[in-house]
């Protein structure tokens, strides 16, 4: 290590190194991350404006919105800039400040989606004393666990990469930092930062989705004992939209952060963060919108407001 350069900065290889394809994307990913600014945000003031809109469950679909706006902003801006400047590196610094931030968003993500689930077992499973259980103040804790828990992802995968020394190769074959493409780089054997990494994703992830699976266990249960086949069908609708959003998330987030480290997969690598990192907070709105009639009439509402003014 002495005979070695220290490695201050990392080269971004990005999605792709075509000069003309770059411009494609850089379009592409800046109308994507226009619309998922917009598309949060529209749902979160429709939200706070509509006054039909104030139970626990657009509760915690607002805070989901805002969390994609967060999540979003942690990799798409460095992702932007690199597509059209001639330096695309960044600092040592500047990648474990991104890898921090993603990691506290992203775990803040599944514990409201968590919450989320929670919030529907209680209404399905539980209906008389909903209004009980789930009170303001509850649900102000569990969105404020959920960043608490969050932060303590964060701080344990990022902390032990201060003794973490990097020289020789600083190429990160992937858009952004993320601690799978970033931990090889290491010429220091990071066995601890791999058990870390491997136990808070066991401990957060797989908490967090067996709270949501062990809820809509008892909700599906639940539902399949409903006679009316309209009260199904209604109770499933409210449900689906959810189902899916987690679907999507935890399938492509345990791929990527779960398997061995491989050179085969680098550019599949690429496409499954694309869609836990970016897709995600993008359709994340749309499902929500076009699944719950109650969210389009606020819109329409809102819409409508606006075109008048």
Known sequence: MENQTIITEFILLGLSSDPHLQVFLFLLFLIIFSMILLGNATIILVIRMEVGLQSPMFFFLSHLALVDIYYSSVTLPKMLENFIAQNKTISLEGCITQIFFFFQSADAEVFILSAMAYDRYVAICDPLHYSTIMKKT???????GAWLLG??????????LANAHF?????????????????PLSCS???????????SVVVFGLSSFLL????????????????????RSKAFSTCSSHLIVVGLFYSAAFFRYMKPNSESFIELDKVVSIQYSILTPLFNPIIYSLKNNDIKTALRKFFGNLRFF
């Open 138 to 144: 509850f649900c102000r804790q569990l969105v404020g």
């Open 151 to 160: 932060f303590l992802y964060a701080m344990a995968n990022t902390l032990p």
């Open 167 to 183: 020289c020789g190769n600083n190429t990160i074959p992937h858009y952004s930092c993320e601690l799978p493409s970033l931990l």
């Open 189 to 199: 054997y990071p066995l601890t930062n791999y058990v870390v990494l491997f136990t």
């Open 212 to 231: 949501t699976l062990v809820s809509y266990v008892h909700i599906i249960s639940t539902i399949l004992k409903i006679r009316s086949a309209e009260g």
